[in-house]
């Protein structure tokens, strides 16, 4: 059974800077590309950051380019979303998934997804 935990989230304020981790267990975590998405109340889940199964690409939205960073252990089977300088619009549940597609910023071609966690930005 395939499961992704997320971990990391909290209430910090503007400026500041959080890590969040996603925990894999029951897949072969190395073959699959990972990406992190993100839901704000009254909002559609919108993709963050993506990273290829080999570490060797990543890609961003505009939005958190320059400020955010995705990376992952495979050897721990975690991937992680460092994220910098943050604002008040990064206030959003964040998921972790998993694709057979490298690089994908649509939500449809993730097959694993976790729970979520809740990342809150005060001004």
């Known amino acids: 059974q395939v499961q992704l935990v997320e971990s990391g989230g909290g209430l910090v304020q503007a400026g500041d800077s959080l890590r969040l981790s996603c925990a894999a267990s029951g897949m072969p975590f190395g073959t699959w590309n990972m990406g992190w998405f993100r839901q704000a109340p009254g909002k559609s889940r919108e993709f963050v950051a993506a990273i290829t199964w080999s570490r060797s690409s990543t890609s961003y939205a505009d939005s958190v380019k320059g400020r955010f960073t995705i990376s992952r252990d495979n050897a721990r089977k975690t991937v992680y979303l460092q994220m910098n300088s943050l604002k008040p619009e990064d206030t959003a549940v964040y998921y972790c998934?998993?694709?057979?597609?490298?690089?994908?910023?649509?939500?449809?071609?993730?097959?694993?997804w976790g729970q979520g966690t809740q990342v809150t930005v005060s001004s």
């Open positions: 998934a998993a694709s057979g597609v490298p690089l994908t910023a649509s939500n449809t071609d993730y097959y694993h």
